[in-house]
């Protein structure tokens, strides 16, 4: 078995587990950028998505000021091709982690790429929640972090995960340009050590690891939302 698979993917046996460039540190680095680009972005995305909820003209607090901010905040970075994103906040990138290159300087544009995607998201997710649940909340006093915490992210936890899904496995799929600024990762073991080399079996792997860690987080993602819809009901 391991003789047949060096005979037909010598490249990829060549490039090894260890080094700069080995599978395990590919594997290792979008690992990484993809868990706390995700923290971070999702923490921005569930911040901008509840006030987008709560500030509109309808919502709870409506403030049309703080309203159109988040909104126009969300919109821009939503419209800006990550590519460009990459160079645009290179100095901003610098400020925060000291270099514009390698994995923590991903981390960076990857947040603020992913951010206004979840934030969207989020607040499609927390408008579906029965808006008599909302209403009944305040008719008993309850306070808009109670409104908040206790009727939109709890009752709208099951969607909450789904979009959430969606959203880790477009973070993953920007971890492969991230490797424009030398972050590395299975995109750009894809792309440098397959594709420009002309190593079709480097690509072809490369791809197939991507697709099992979509496929393990769409899974695992299923699992919880079904579970929190059934306790939701």
Not at 95 to 115: C, D, N, R, S
Request: charged letters at 15%; a positive charge.
């Amino acid at each position: 078995m391991i003789s047949w698979f060096e005979k037909i993917c010598p490249n990829v046996v060549q490039l090894g587990w260890g080094g700069d460039a080995g599978w395990g540190t590919s594997i290792f680095q979008t690992l990484f950028m993809t868990f706390w680009a995700a923290i971070f972005g999702g923490i921005l995305g569930i911040i901008f998505g509840v006030l987008l909820v709560i500030t509109k003209d309808d919502g709870i607090r409506p403030n049309k000021f703080w309203y159109n901010v988040c909104d126009k905040l969300v919109s821009i970075f939503r419209a800006i091709p990550f590519v460009i994103l990459l160079a645009f906040v290179a100095p901003v990138t610098q400020k925060i982690v000291g270099t514009q290159i390698g994995m923590k300087a991903a981390l960076v544009p990857l947040t603020l790429g992913v951010f206004p995607f979840y934030a969207r998201q989020v607040q499609v997710a927390l408008e579906s929640v029965d808006a008599g649940k909302v209403e009944a909340a305040q008719s008993i006093g309850a306070t808009v972090s109670d409104i908040i915490f206790d009727v939109y992210l709890r009752e709208s936890r099951s969607e909450l995960i789904r979009v959430s899904t969606v959203t880790i496995i477009s973070l993953i799929g920007l971890t492969a340009m991230a490797g424009a600024i030398g972050a590395g990762g299975l995109g750009n073991t894809a792309i440098s050590y397959g594709y420009n080399r002309f190593n079709n079996d480097v690509t072809w792997v490369a791809t197939i690891l991507v697709i099992i860690l979509i496929f393990i987080v769409q899974i695992v993602g299923d699992f919880f939302a079904k579970r929190m819809n059934h306790q939701n009901r």
